[in-house]
């Protein structure tokens, strides 16, 4: 079965400090793997996609095949950072539905 | 412009009543989910469509019901409210049924007391 694991809750760095995110999926195929935020009372919104590999915000994520992972990293984190991040996958059959990570929380400290 | 909308924004209501949680989408989406989720905490899918008349429980069991009369309505039903339904409700809607990311609305914080 697929499965989205991040195994972090809850992670706190300093401003200007690095970040990563930590995310590893199970899953047989090739799926597409999907980052999104929460920001506190906003609405949970894609901040990035595998297939585009661009940086949004800072962030980039590689999908890493033979360790399954898609860590999100940003060189120097902000404030603005602090959110709820989840990992997603998509598995390519037809139909099939988004499988989401329990989430973590990136608090950026001042 | 194209988005998803989700009303209400917050529901307070009492034990027993019957709610309709409202989800429309301007994007001509063909699938749509509902999910739970607690604050902060993990997404549940309830319910998704891949379109017009097609309805599917997901994979956490919820008493609520659901139908696709239309493309761009989705609406989430619970005809008894209990306060084990507190919770927020987020619609969510896909580009396509093989590919595509989801956009989601701004959900429903519904109390139940």
């Known amino acids: 079965a697929q499965r989205v694991t991040q195994p972090e809750k809850l992670l706190s760095v300093f401003k200007g400090a690095p970040v990563e995110l930590k995310c590893n999926y199970s899953y047989s195929g090739s799926p597409e793997l999907f980052w999104y935020v929460q920001y506190s009372r906003q609405r949970l919104q894609l901040l990035l996609r595998h297939i585009s590999r661009e940086s949004i915000k800072g962030f980039t994520a590689d999908l890493n095949k033979g360790e399954t992972s898609f860590h999100l990293k940003k060189p120097f984190a902000q404030e603005e950072d602090s959110a709820m991040y989840y990992c997603?996958?998509?598995?390519?059959?037809?139909?099939?539905?988004?499988?989401f990570g329990p989430g973590t929380r990136l608090s950026v400290l001042p | 412009e194209a988005d998803i909308y989700q009303t209400p924004r917050y529901l307070v209501i009492g034990t027993g009543k019957k709610i309709t949680l409202e989800c429309s989408q301007t994007m001509g989406h063909d699938k749509m989910y509902w999910y739970q989720q607690d604050p902060g905490m993990e997404l549940h899918l309830i319910h998704y469509s891949y379109g017009v008349n097609s309805t599917e429980k997901g994979d956490l069991s919820s008493e609520s019901t659901v139908s696709r009369i239309r493309t761009e309505h989705f609406p989430l039903t619970l005809e008894s409210a209990r306060p084990s339904h507190t919770s927020q409700y987020l619609c969510?809607?896909?580009?396509?049924?093989?590919?595509?990311?989801?956009?989601f609305g701004s959900g429903t914080r519904l109390t139940v007391v």
């Open positions: 997603a996958l998509r598995p390519v059959n037809y139909g099939q539905n988004f499988v």
């Open positions: 969510a809607s896909s580009e396509s049924v093989v590919r595509g990311a989801e956009t």
